[in-house]
């Protein structure tokens, strides 16, 4: 059975954003008021006496619901057991029904994309184009190009990776985290579908070299850069009109490490407090925990930002020798991940403007090596570990339950303010 996280406090509560301002304004409708009349009679409620059919109609046809789902994703990596598969498609295979089924998939892809070099491994990575066609090709559509790995094949492939991702953008594939030749300011993309607009912006805090740091989104790591870097956030949104703002954060921190720290959570704070909705944050390659913040009003509860602190790796080939008898070693956490799924639901009125997140679902996956030595992205649950044991598979299922149970130790948190 796959594992659900519903933020509950968040199905009723509607609040009102202003993209330009970035002010928010609260309004409370209640499942048995005369405002909430979403689309009534198509969810067979019976009709308040004092509501003709004809006002239902009348405010439907005025307030369209509008409906976007978004899924986040770690690290795509491409480690030698990665790129030497024969085919990349059963990578994804196991995933597609997820990230098929919403309207963007967000991933950090940590290595560049240089058609005419060949693939390398770890410490300068490079890849060719179908291995990441075939994450397109799966659902993967938003991606993250800043990170520690984007000079690894110097200026030519960050020029490369560019001109690829560019070439992507007639086909509904995005990125950011690269610069164009000249261009000071951040990078950014604005991501249109039915009547949606997502502004979205990617940063790394830490370099494997500093060289060409004028063509990436590289955020030195102090406190006065931070600084510049929430106004910089702020003047974006002001100028980029939008429903929700994404920023991708690689992380200056420790790899392998689960805990986060106070600096940490009070600057994706800050980053929030600057106009943005979701901070995605990645680096670690292990998963941590992920916080939905809300607020306590007259009105009642609402949730205005999420934090996701790290989602580990969705593909790589670190764990390449799973400690078969020891699952909890740390080393294995990089084995596994979270795919984080958020429903946002907004009302269209030409008087009114409201806004609501209306689910918040994980769901844990694991990297399994197959018998035919694939590296492949498979859902953790207990269906997949129960499919391993009717196939007589040895030693895998054991340890991935014990894999499931220590994953299941993090979770997402509701912080109230």
């Known amino acids: 059975m796959r594992r659900f996280f519903y933020c509950f406090p968040i199905i009723c509560i509607f609040f009102l954003v202003s993209c330009a301002s970035n002010s928010t304004v609260i309004r409370d409708i209640s499942s048995d008021s005369q405002d909430s009349i979403n689309l009534i009679e198509e969810e067979g409620v019976e009709l308040q006496e ?11 046809e005025k307030s369209q619901v509008k409906k976007l789902t978004l899924t986040f994703a770690g690290d795509i990596m491409a480690h030698t057991p990665n790129f030497k598969m024969k085919d990349y498609s059963l990578i994804y295979k196991d995933i597609e029904e997820i990230i098929l089924n919403d309207d963007f998939t967000f991933a950090n892809l940590e290595t560049p994309v240089h058609m005419d070099r060949p693939y390398e491994n770890y410490p300068t990575f490079n890849v060719q184009p179908p291995y990441v066609q075939a994450a397109i090709d799966a659902g993967f559509q938003v991606f993250s190009l800043a990170n ?9 492939g960050i020029d490369a990776t560019l001109d690829y991702f560019k070439s992507k953008i007639s086909d509904g594939v995005y990125s950011a985290g690269i610069k164009e030749v000249g261009q000071s300011t951040l990078s950014y993309q604005v991501i249109e579908k039915d009547d949606w607009r997502i502004l979205f912006v990617a940063i790394t805090e830490i370099m494997n070299t500093h ?3 004028d063509r990436i989104d590289y955020i030195s790591p102090n406190k006065a850069r931070r600084e510049v870097l929430c106004q910089e956030l702020k003047t974006l949104r002001q100028e980029n009109p939008c429903d929700i703002f994404v920023l991708s954060v690689h992380t200056c921190e420790d790899e392998y490490v689960h805990e986060i720290t106070e600096l940490r959570r009070n600057l994706y704070r800050s980053f929030i407090d600057s106009g943005v909705d979701i901070v995605w944050a990645n680096h670690p390659h292990l998963a941590k925990e992920w916080e939905i913040f809300q607020k306590d009003s007259e009105e009642g509860t609402f949730p205005y930002a999420i934090a996701m602190y790290a989602l580990g790796n969705t593909i790589s080939g670190q764990r390449t020798n799973p400690q078969f008898s ?6 294995d956490y990089t084995g596994d991940g979270y795919l984080i799924q ?8 030409p008087d009114d403007f409201s806004f609501k997140i209306t689910d918040i679902r994980p769901y844990l996956i694991t990297t399994y090596i197959d018998p035919d030595k694939n ?3 498979k859902q953790l649950d207990d269906e997949f570990i129960q499919s391993l044991r009717d ?9 991935l339950n014990s894999r499931k149970i220590l994953m299941e130790k993090i979770s997402g948190k509701v912080v109230i303010e």
Not at 326 to 331: D, F, G, H, I
Not at 391 to 399: A, L, S
Request: net charge negative.
């Open 391 to 399: 196939e007589g598979i040895e030693k895998w299922p054991d340890y």
């Open 211 to 213: 060289r060409y740091l």
């Open 50 to 60: 004092e509501v003709s059919t004809e006002e239902v109609a009348q405010q439907i």
């Open 375 to 377: 590296y492949v992205i």
């Open 148 to 156: 520690n790995h984007t000079n690894d094949q110097g200026l030519q």
């Open 342 to 349: 958020v429903d946002f639901e907004k009302i269209m009125d």
């Open 326 to 331: 020891k699952p909890e070693t740390n080393r």
